[in-house]
T-cell receptor, first 109, second 115 residues
Framework: GENVEQHPSTLSVQEGDSAVIKCTYS??????FPWYKQELGKRPQLIID?????GEKKDQRIAVTLNKTAKHFSLHITETQPEDSAVYFC????????FGTGTRLQVFP | DAGVIQSPRHEVTEMGQEVTLRCKPISGHNSLFWYRQTMMRGLELLIY????????DSGMPEDRFSAKMPNASFSTLKIQPSEPRDSAVYFCASSSQGGGYNEQFFGPGTRLTVL
């Protein structure tokens, strides 16, 4: 079955710097790759997603890139702000979503 | 739309007691998912339904766990008997399309503590 690995598990950056989180997946049939943000004590919420017919997608300060050949995709956050501090989960689909183990991002003022 | 609704938000119970968690998906969504989140195991899919039919329950940890979806607007996750290791946050999520092809909208979660 599908296996999703996510790195790093924790990431600390200074406000204004960029943050990159990487995920790999195993099932070449996967075609949907969402990213969820979970703030402390809150529910996971979708922040951006990409489908396999697209290599890159951007929404303001966040972007996701997908390399289907290498089976990896990444989340890029530019000009980080303290409110970006949260746990971020990647996921890949089969007939269901398989989530990565999460990355705890801390942005220091 | 009120989003996915879960109740109760917090549940504290004693080992051996029955626990029932409830979920109301977003109206019009035909897929419903139950997840469990712990620090050790992360976000685990327990079971999901399409059109009220259980499709994949391979994540249900053992026979003490059961889930039902009697109609399109209501689902329950039951643990009987509960054990301390069941302590976790349980999320319900719904989606407008089956499986993993569309955004899943999560409810606020139920924080379960089993003493």
């Amino acid at each position: 079955g599908e296996n999703v690995e996510q790195h790093p598990s924790t990431l600390s950056v200074q406000e204004g710097d960029s943050a990159v989180i990487k995920c790999t997946y195993s099932d070449s049939a996967s075609n949907y790759f969402p990213w969820y943000k979970q703030e402390l004590g809150k529910r996971p919420q979708l922040i951006i997603d990409i489908r396999s017919n697209v290599g890159e997608k951007k929404d303001q300060r966040i972007a996701v890139t997908l390399n289907k050949t290498a089976k990896h995709f990444s989340l890029h956050i530019t000009e980080t702000q303290p409110e970006d501090s949260a746990v971020y989960f990647c996921a890949a689909n089969t007939d269901k979503l398989i989530f990565g183990t999460g990355t705890r991002l801390q942005v220091f003022p | 739309d009120a989003g996915v609704i879960q109740s109760p938000r917090h549940e504290v119970t004693e080992m051996g007691q029955e626990v029932t968690l409830r979920c109301k998906p977003i109206s019009g969504h035909n897929s419903l998912f139950w997840y469990r989140q712990t620090m050790m195991r992360g976000l685990e899919l327990l079971i999901y339904f399409n059109n009220n039919v259980p499709i994949d329950d391979s994540g249900m940890p053992e026979d003490r766990f059961s889930a039902k979806m009697p109609n399109a607007s209501f689902s329950t996750l039951k643990i009987q008997p509960s054990e301390p290791r069941d302590s976790a946050v349980y999320f319900c999520a719904s989606s407008s399309q089956g499986g993993g092809y569309n955004e899943q909208f999560f409810g606020p979660g139920t924080r379960l503590t089993v003493l």
